[in-house]
């Protein structure tokens, strides 16, 4: 990188390009994040800027490569054995027992002591001194300058002496503290071994006891645990029991409120089919009076009719008759008149005529005159009367057709249900003829693809398709069925062995147009019966089976069961 | 029945594990880790570290083995504030540092050793000589701008760390982390220079 980046840049400006290049190695270098952007543009732009953090980089990789060579160290492992020792011993210390293995650490292997023997260069000293007099005195003259160089190294020695001495003092000194310590350290040793002693034969005679303890708990234990392992076993085997039973009482439970549910169904569908029964032979007698009635009423307005007829006839001849007469007497009466007045006249000529004879002839005029008014008035009121009558007739034919057309209605209504009723008991009939014998169904369901058959026949026969319900629920097993006539016309028959195995049939035929009814209830003596109509057909379900039971299923299937389509 | 016990290690946790024979209980206790574990566990930072300072193993080694005899005897001392082995690392930096300068007092030359660079057989020279050279700039940076550098790099404190630590400011923090970088970086150019001639 060229000096000239380096001036280029101020500290500070170098210091936030550091801090960028450091934040980019995860690092936690403060930069806002204005001066972040700044320095990101910067580097984008300036060559000398990108220069400057290629070389930090640069840098920053050789400095963790050093750092990765030299990581590649190892541990000394007695050091690290030392430094653990070192922790052993602090840890025995802080649980105040102190072993009498003390490993105070040391950097350095403890250096020699140095306890040097001054002895010799005492002795030395000595015979140097000894020596130096002995010469000193034997040869005061000669020696004088040796004497005085003796006395130098002399005082040098005795300097050095003296040194020395103190040393020794002061390392005698050191040495009587160490011995001191160290004795006092023995005699604590000595105590801590016997008090070490002491604890472990207590802690022998504890763990002695221990033992037997623990074997006398373990023995209880033993003895509790098979206790407990049975005594759980028993409680399992009671809560097994305990949960069998309470999903005994549960299905019980489940089973009688099936149970009340459906016996309130049923008898509310009995009720109901006893309603419907009753509202219909209600309307069956009510058909029937209306019938009479209409029958009667009928009877009266021909009977009315003829007399009107009659009447009407002979009114019809009187009042011909009468307008006859009228005519006549109209005729006569102008005869007379003319005849009079001829007379009159000839009388009043003839004046012969007399009062009396001309009063009678004005008092015949008179009584012609007002016998013709009153046959008048008599032909105007037979006239209105034939009017009146003609009305009250066609009344009376207007009533007559209303009353044919609800006879009819009537008639097809009560010919419908005697012929329901020849059907029922001709179902009956079969029912009765063929239950409990080998030939009970025509198809059987244990044939292969039985079912199939049995369906196929009905449609062959019926013209329609009729599936077989599934009426297990109920309890009712599907064995077969059949077809057979009443009155010429088939009649197809699914036959069910119920509970106790007892033929029950459904049954049906086409029957009127749309018709939908029931369903209604009958019994035969001993055999129950579900009837309705519904899309054109006509079903029954017939059998042994308890009335409110048999009349649920048939509610259900007059509800369900296929249109016949 | 009886209770086995287990260890495992973290930094400063020892997760003991307690458990029966028939191992179908177990109980756990955590305590704190002997402060003596931490100083091993920290022996090859440590020792990392020492050689950069005083960029020669048989020193490093002198060096580590005084600051474990320093450390273990002042453990009462440890407050458990801050940082183990920062703790440890100032007692290293001391050591060395009073080291140096009675080595400077004595003129003694500082020569980085060849011996740091592990021998790993490379097939560069020039690599090794990169190595050597950015030893030698090192020295270039002043002990504790380097110190707080090595802090960084070594041992993965924060910038907040070491501001804590050093009592400084995070910018003034920054400034001495960037005068270091720089500091090398001018060191490494003019070494360069020379062998470029």
Partial sequence: ?565 | MSWKRQHVCDDCLVLVVWQKDDMAETKKEERPLPLEERLVALLPKLITHARMLTRSKLTAEDLVRSTCARVLDRLDQWQSTGRFDGWVIRITESIWFNERRQKRQRQEQELPDPDLIADRGFESQTYARLMLDMLRACHAVSDEDFSALMKLKIHGNSYRELADEYGDSMGTMSSRISRAWLALQTALKNLDRERAG
């Fill in chain 1, 1 to 565: 990188m060229s000096v000239q980046a380096e001036t280029e840049f101020s500290d500070e400006l170098m210091e936030k390009i550091v801090a960028y290049v450091e934040r980019e190695e995860g690092r936690d270098a403060p930069l806002s994040a204005e001066d972040e952007a700044m320095v990101r543009k910067l580097l984008e732009t300036n060559p000398a800027a990108q220069a400057l953090a290629d070389d930090l980089r640069s840098t920053n990789a050789r400095l963790s490569d050093l750092f990765e060579t030299s990581t590649e160290v190892e541990v000394p492992e007695h050091l690290a054995t030392m430094i653990r020792a070192h922790g052993a011993l602090r840890t025995e210390r802080e649980g105040g027992r102190a072993t009498g293995k003390v490993i105070p650490f040391r950097a350095e292997p403890e250096p020699a002591k140095r306890t040097r023997s001054y002895a010799p260069l005492a002795a030395a000293a000595s015979i140097a001194l000894v020596l130096a007099g002995g010469g000193l005195l034997y040869q005061n003259t000669v020696f004088d300058q040796e004497r005085q160089q003796f006395q130098a190294e002399l005082a040098g020695a005795e300097t050095t002496l003296a040194e020395r001495v103190t040393e020794l003092q002061q390392l005698q000194t050191e040495q009587a503290t160490q011995e001191r310590r160290l004795a006092s350290l023995a005699d604590e040793n000595g105590e801590l071994g016997q008090q070490i002693a002491a604890a472990e034969a207590e802690r022998d005679q504890l763990a002695g006891e221990l033992e037997s303890a623990q074997a006398a708990v373990d023995s209880a234990l033993a003895s509790a645990d098979a206790d407990r392992e049975a005594l759980l076993a028993d409680v399992a085997d009671l809560n097994s029991q305990l949960t069998t039973k309470q999903q005994q009482v549960g299905d019980l439970t489940a089973e009688l409120t099936s149970t009340v549910d459906q016996a309130r169904a049923t008898t509310a569908s009995l009720e109901q089919l006893r309603d419907d029964h009753q509202a219909l032979e209600t309307r069956v007698a009510t058909l029937g009076s209306d019938n009479r009635n209409l029958t009667e009423r009928l009877s009266a307005t021909e009977d009315i009719l003829a007399a009107v007829e009659q009447q009407n006839t002979t009114l019809v001849a009187a009042a011909s008759q009468a307008e006859d007469a009228m005519r006549v007497a109209q005729a006569e009466a102008e005869t007379a008149r003319s005849q009079f007045e001829l007379e009159k006249l000839a009388l009043g000529e003839a004046l012969g005529v007399s009062d009396q004879e001309l009063a009678e002839a004005d008092r015949r005029t008179t009584e012609l005159a007002t016998e013709r008014d009153a046959l008048a008035g008599q032909i105007e009121q037979s006239s209105e009367r034939i009017a009146a009558l003609e009305d009250d007739l066609d009344g009376a034919l207007g009533e007559l057709v209303s009353s044919r057309s609800t006879n009819d209605q009537l008639a097809a209504e009560t010919e419908q249900l005697r012929e329901q009723g020849s059907w029922l008991n001709q179902v009956v009939g079969y029912h009765r003829l063929y239950a409990g014998t080998p030939r009970e169904v025509e198809v059987s369901a244990a044939e292969q693809e039985g079912q199939q058959a049995l369906t196929n026949w009905f449609k062959s026969m019926l013209g329609r398709n009729f599936s077989v319900p599934d009426l297990s629920a109920a309890g009712l097993t599907f064995v077969g069925g059949r077809v057979f006539a009443v009155n010429g016309i088939p009649t197809g028959q699914i036959a069910y062995h119920d509970r106790q195995g007892q033929l029950t049939g459904f049954c049906f035929k086409p029957g009127s147009e749309d018709q939908e009814s029931g369903p209604t209830f009958r019994q035969d003596d001993d055999l129950n019966l579900i009837s309705w109509q519904k899309n054109g057909i006509d079903y029954v379900l017939v059998g042994w089976m308890d009335p409110a039971e048999l009349g649920l299923i048939g509610t259900q299937l007059q509800r369900n069961y296929g249109e016949g389509i």
